[in-house]
């Protein structure tokens, strides 16, 4: 057999290769050898070779629950740990693993808050074909998403609410593994996954957080299987690791809402909490916001938080929760009105718009986002590589959803750009739209939740 890594260091050297090797031979690690590799990869006494071997075996080995929340743990306690001993059972968040068009997270914070809940958000940026909600809120004139500690427990205080990037003190075991699992082909592996994400979040000093597990063509998980070997190990490692979680299925096959880029789904972020969004994006709104009101014990019932969810953006306290957020986090008092109120009197608009017009007459069954997504990217409002510049003004506007009737000519969507319209774009835009002679079935969004400890599966 392997010796075995003993933490009495008094007695015992440590043995990474020895603790490596017993995980290729898909043997399990302790919680305690765990947490002491993290340890050591933080203070760098582990080399980047050997890091790399142990997330390799990982990725071929897996781990088991047990495992995956020791990891979660280890990498969470790795740098500071947010506290808030003057919110006690206030504070939420949720996390989304990527969509297109998924703008959930700008309108459900400021509606949390005017709730009564504390949402210190840490969000991230796109990458690949996954709009970044910092990228988004960074198209607002002179919004910051630098805040510190301190700051975020102000305006947490002042607001309810902030959304900003992740400081260089927290969860930084994630930072250096993320970077090697990168150039080691290792990042889809559901154990690394679930403890880099749920790592993050719990590190807020949750009482309550709340998964949005996409599935579909595009989502990083394509089959309802995967999704929910991915959702019930996140939603474990959330439990384990002492915050009350639940996760829930939605389909990511079609764009949500109508708009696709950065200014854009800000605008259309204003219309959501000015009680007009598109119906799947305020549907998903209220959904998640009534999951996380029932959860952190603030509603009886995820019914009866839909229902405070759905009151306050229709009655605008939401919005203003919203303005003054931004005016927190560096908008002036004009600006953030402005937004509020127009919001395209202050967005940067893209040089030129065209619009794109139905081949013939019929019913939209089907519009591709992740076809979309890579398209819109490649436009500039997306990145290749985490040093890309991200153009804020570029987008998609479309003009009708799934189950809609089209005539021929009629504009299915408005293209925001820079550059002319080369017609290699036209094509691959136009290929994503599919018209039938018969209106389809459209599929709710929502497919279930994920709940309980162990975590199970329910569909709605």
Same mark, same amino acid.
């Given at each position: 057999?392997?010796?075995?890594?003993?933490?009495?260091?008094?007695?015992?050297?440590?043995?990474?290769?020895?603790?490596?090797?017993?995980?290729?031979?898909?043997?399990?690690?302790?919680?305690?050898?765990?947490?002491?590799?993290?340890?050591?990869?933080?203070?760098?006494?582990?080399?980047?070779?050997?890091?790399?071997?142990?997330?390799?075996?990982?990725?071929?080995?897996?781990?088991?629950?047990?495992?995956?929340?020791?990891?979660?743990?280890?990498?969470?306690?790795?740098?500071?740990?947010?506290?808030?001993?003057?919110?006690?059972?206030?504070?939420?968040?949720?996390?989304?693993?990527?969509?297109?068009?998924?703008?959930?997270?700008?309108?459900?914070?400021?509606?949390?808050?005017?709730?009564?809940?504390?949402?210190?958000?840490?969000?991230?940026?796109?990458?690949?074909?996954?709009?970044?909600?910092?990228?988004?809120?960074?198209?607002?004139?002179?919004?910051?998403?630098?805040?510190?500690?301190?700051?975020?427990?102000?305006?947490?205080?002042?607001?309810?609410?902030?959304?900003?990037?992740?400081?260089?003190?927290?969860?930084?075991?994630?930072?250096?593994?993320?970077?090697?699992?990168?150039?080691?082909?290792?990042?889809?592996?559901?154990?690394?996954?679930?403890?880099?994400?749920?790592?993050?979040?719990?590190?807020?000093?949750?009482?309550?957080?709340?998964?949005?597990?996409?599935?579909?063509?595009?989502?990083?998980?394509?089959?309802?299987?995967?999704?929910?070997?991915?959702?019930?190990?996140?939603?474990?490692?959330?439990?384990?690791?002492?915050?009350?979680?639940?996760?829930?299925?939605?389909?990511?096959?079609?764009?949500?809402?109508?708009?696709?880029?950065?200014?854009?789904?800000?605008?259309?972020?204003?219309?959501?909490?000015?009680?007009?969004?598109?119906?799947?994006?305020?549907?998903?709104?209220?959904?998640?916001?009534?999951?996380?009101?029932?959860?952190?014990?603030?509603?009886?019932?995820?019914?009866?938080?839909?229902?405070?969810?759905?009151?306050?953006?229709?009655?605008?306290?939401?919005?203003?929760?919203?303005?003054?957020?931004?005016? !927190?986090?560096?908008?002036?008092?004009?600006? =953030?009105?402005? #937004?509020?109120?127009?919001?395209?009197? @202050? /967005? +940067? &608009? %893209?040089?030129?718009?065209?619009?794109?017009?139905?081949?013939?007459?019929?019913?939209?069954?089907?519009?591709?986002?992740?076809?979309?997504?890579?398209?819109?990217?490649?436009?500039?409002?997306?990145?290749?590589?985490?040093?890309?510049?991200?153009?804020?003004?570029?987008?998609?506007?479309?003009?009708?959803?799934?189950?809609?009737?089209?005539?021929?000519?009629?504009?299915?969507?408005?293209?925001?750009?820079?550059?002319?319209?080369?017609? !290699?774009?036209?094509?691959?835009?136009?290929? =994503?739209?599919? #018209?039938?002679?018969?209106?389809?079935? @459209? /599929? +709710? &969004? %929502?497919?279930?939740?994920?709940?309980?400890?162990?975590?199970?599966?329910?569909?709605?």
């Amino acid at each position: 057999p392997q010796p075995r890594l003993y933490l009495n260091m008094a007695t015992a050297t440590f043995n990474a290769p020895a603790l490596i090797a017993r995980k290729r031979d898909g043997l399990e690690l302790s919680a305690a050898e765990i947490q002491e590799f993290i340890t050591r990869v933080v203070t760098k006494d582990v080399p980047g070779e050997q890091i790399g071997a142990m997330l390799m075996a990982i990725y071929l080995k897996g781990m088991n629950a047990a495992e995956t929340i020791a990891l979660t743990k280890a990498l969470q306690t790795s740098g500071d740990v947010l506290s808030w001993p003057q919110f006690p059972s206030l504070v939420v968040d949720k996390h989304s693993t990527g969509g297109v068009g998924d703008k959930v997270s700008l309108p459900l914070a400021p509606a949390l808050a005017a709730c009564g809940l504390k949402v210190p958000m840490i969000s991230g940026r796109g990458l690949g074909h996954t709009g970044g909600t910092l990228d988004k809120l960074e198209s607002i004139p002179g919004f910051s998403v630098k805040l510190s500690a301190e700051r975020m427990a102000e305006i947490m205080g002042s607001v309810g609410c902030c959304i900003c990037g992740q400081t260089e003190t927290l969860v930084p075991a994630d930072r250096i593994l993320y970077a090697i699992r990168d150039v080691t082909a290792t990042v889809a592996s559901v154990p690394l996954i679930t403890a880099s994400i749920v790592s993050k979040k719990v590190a807020e000093g949750l009482s309550a957080l709340l998964l949005d597990v996409k599935v579909g063509r595009a989502a990083f998980m394509t089959t309802l299987e995967r999704a929910l070997e991915l959702g019930t190990s996140m939603v474990d490692a959330g439990s384990g690791a002492g915050v009350r979680t639940v996760g829930l299925v939605t389909r990511m096959d079609h764009p949500i809402g109508f708009m696709i880029g950065n200014a854009v789904e800000i605008a259309e972020s204003i219309d959501c909490l000015q009680g007009r969004g598109p119906r799947d994006l305020t549907d998903l709104v209220v959904l998640q916001g009534g999951h996380l009101l029932a959860l952190n014990g603030a509603a009886a019932t995820p019914a009866e938080g839909e229902a405070r969810i759905r009151a306050v953006l229709n009655d605008g306290s939401a919005l203003a929760k919203f303005r003054d957020m931004a005016v !927190a986090q560096g908008c002036t008092a004009a600006v =953030a009105d402005e #937004l509020v109120r127009d919001p395209w009197s @202050v /967005l +940067p &608009r %893209a040089a030129a718009t065209t619009p794109l017009l139905a081949p013939h007459a019929g019913f939209v069954a089907d519009i591709d986002a992740l076809v979309l997504a890579v398209a819109v990217g490649g436009m500039g409002a997306g990145r290749a590589k985490t040093t890309d510049a991200v153009d804020h003004t570029v987008g998609l506007q479309l003009c009708v959803c799934v189950g809609d009737e089209l005539a021929a000519g009629a504009p299915w969507m408005i293209v925001h750009h820079r550059d002319a319209l080369s017609s !290699a774009l036209v094509a691959q835009l136009s290929s =994503a739209l599919v #018209l039938a002679a018969a209106r389809p079935a @459209v /599929l +709710p &969004r %929502a497919v279930g939740i994920i709940a309980g400890t162990p975590a199970t599966f329910t569909e709605f």
